[in-house]
């Protein structure tokens, strides 16, 4: 377990400072004993320990101002929970306050400018639902339930990403509450060397109050789905993996999986618990191209199921959300890799011989495109030569076998980064993860890093996150 507590989460919270704050804010203050604070701090990762002493809910940006000040001028650790969705359990303080935002979700579509106005608090779902009843999309990630702030500031992939880059490439400007308690933006033409922090560099540098995201047109309706094959067979699905993604338009996005099948309704109850291979596919153009460019996919081998269909790309974005339940314990790994070899894809299907844990899985999530044309340098995330995410997962409820589970991903790490770019995704790491997995994240990006930090939060007031030390 990691509780993550320093020096400044065991300062106690004034009572008399905390009744003050009560009293200047729209929105509440809940306490450990209050109605509505378990909700408050429920994270996805049940393996995360850590209980606030407060939490704030903001309903606008004065709040926000006035929580920072509250706990710079009491020495108090801060935590910001936009979905609740971070692996580590960066959302939670443990003993100090954490501003949580489940009351600021608003979305604003403009769609003459083809922008979205975000507040922080949103999910996935909220802004799908809100852009595609215009036809329009951000790029956003896999599983709706999932934060759009924590998500954005660690840079952001999705089924869109081949087209138009990382979920960062599009955003335009921010809103952000300062260490200072100061309110600026940053775009690009404004507080720029900020704006290219935020891209990438998590919630290192302030509160984020509005995101304002670029939109394209997608769908409302898309060819997507789920194809699943024997794991019998997956010495020829890697390679048409590879074959596929290797030549497909960047309409077409797919992520492969092996895992031992799930009890699900649309496998034949013989397949449940038999390994297993599956693409997770979205194709944005028409239909007919869709039809074509997964032609060699869909005719491949005897799939033990074909959900691939003409659907709504909401329904799409949220399809893989029952896979990813609240509560259940998780550790991850994950590398960014150039290409597939031989040897790599044979390494990846060796992870799986003998493998009993129902719900563990590797995915290669297939992201090389749009990403890649713009310089290493435009915003922080950089790791624009990566083609694949590689995200090796296990899930347990708390009475499994932490040990056994977590082996097992670091066995499958261990065998597969030699294959890696050199950089991994600074949203998939755990709370374990070592200081120098933050430089794996940010390569050349680090010390630029340090430095608007030292400019913008020289105390380290934002430091429950993937810490960067100001120079
Ligand atoms: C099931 C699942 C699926 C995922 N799929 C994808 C995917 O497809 N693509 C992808 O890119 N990532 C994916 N992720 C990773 C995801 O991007 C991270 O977990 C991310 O941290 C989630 O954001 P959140 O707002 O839910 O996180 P939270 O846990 O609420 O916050 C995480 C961090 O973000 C910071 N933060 C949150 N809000 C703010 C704010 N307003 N201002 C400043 N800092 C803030 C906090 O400091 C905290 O450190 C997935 C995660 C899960 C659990």
């Keep these: 377990m990691t509780t993550g507590l320093t020096d400044a989460a065991r300062n106690p919270i004034p009572e008399t400072g905390l009744e003050s704050l009560a009293e200047s804010l729209q929105g509440a203050i809940l306490r450990p004993e209050d109605d509505g ?38 020495d108090l650790e801060i935590s910001i929970k936009g ?46 639902k809100a852009t595609q009843a215009h036809g329009l999309a951000a790029t956003l ?29 599009g955003l335009l400007e921010v809103e952000l ?26 919630g290192n540098f302030g509160v984020v109050t509005e995101f ?9 309706e898309v060819t997507a789905g789920l194809i699943a094959w024997s794991a019998e067979d997956s010495d020829a699905v890697t390679q048409l993996f590879r074959r ?53 996919v869909r005719s491949h081998g005897e799939p033990w199921a074909d959900l691939i269909q003409v659907k709504e790309y909401v329904a799409q974005q949220s399809m893989l959300d029952a896979t990813q339940p609240k509560g259940m314990h998780y ?20 992870q799986f011989d003998g493998l009993e844990a129902p719900a563990n899985q590797i995915v290669l999530f297939h992201i090389e495109g749009a990403l890649g044309e713009r310089p290493e340098d435009d915003g922080a995330i950089g790791n624009r030569d990566a083609a694949y995410v590689c995200a090796i997962a296990s ?58 930090k030292a400019q913008w939060d020289p105390h380290n007031l934002f430091r429950v996150n993937r810490n960067i030390k100001p120079a």
């Design 83 to 128: 979905g609740g969705h971070n692996i580590a359990g960066l959302a939670l303080s443990d003993g100090g306050v954490t501003i949580e935002f489940s009351e600021m979700r608003g979305v604003d579509v403009d769609v003459s400018t083809r922008t979205a106005r975000v507040q922080p608090g949103c999910k996935l779902s909220d802004v799908d």
């Design 37 to 74: 604070f378990a909700e408050a701090t429920l994270i996805w990762n049940g393996m995360i320990e850590k209980i606030p002493g407060a939490v704030v809910q903001p309903v606008s940006v004065g709040d926000v101002v006035a929580t920072v000040n509250f706990a710079r001028e009491n």
């Design 395 to 452: 899930m347990y409820p708390s009475e499994g076998s932490a040990d056994t589970n977590k082996a097992w991903v670091r066995n499958a790490w261990e065998t597969l980064r030699q294959y890696s770019t050199g950089g991994n995704y600074i949203n998939f790491q755990t709370a374990d993860e070592p200081d120098d997995r933050i430089g794996g994240s940010y390569r050349d990006a680090l010390d630029r890093l340090a430095r608007v």
């Design 244 to 296: 596929v993604t290797e030549s497909a338009p960047r309409e077409l996005t797919i992520a492969m999986l092996m895992r031992n099948a799930p009890p699900a309704p649309w496998l034949d109850p013989s397949h449940h618990g038999q390994p297993m291979i599956a693409f997770a596919i979205c194709h944005t153009g028409s239909p007919e191209e869709a039809e074509a460019d997964l032609a060699a």
């Design 331 to 350: 550790y991850w790994k994950s590398e960014f890799i150039a290409s597939l070899s031989d040897e790599m894809l044979s390494d990846y299907r060796a």
């Design 177 to 202: 509450v300062t260490a200072a308690g100061d309110v600026v933006r940053a775009s690009r033409e404004e507080n720029e060397e900020l704006f290219w922090a935020l891209r990438g560099g998590g």
């Design 141 to 169: 990630g896999f599983v709706s339930e999932t934060g759009v702030a924590g998500l954005t500031l660690g840079g952001g992939f999705g089924y869109l990403t081949r087209q138009f880059g990382w979920t960062v490439d």
């Design 212 to 220: 304002v995201f670029e939109l394209n047109p997608i769908g409302p």
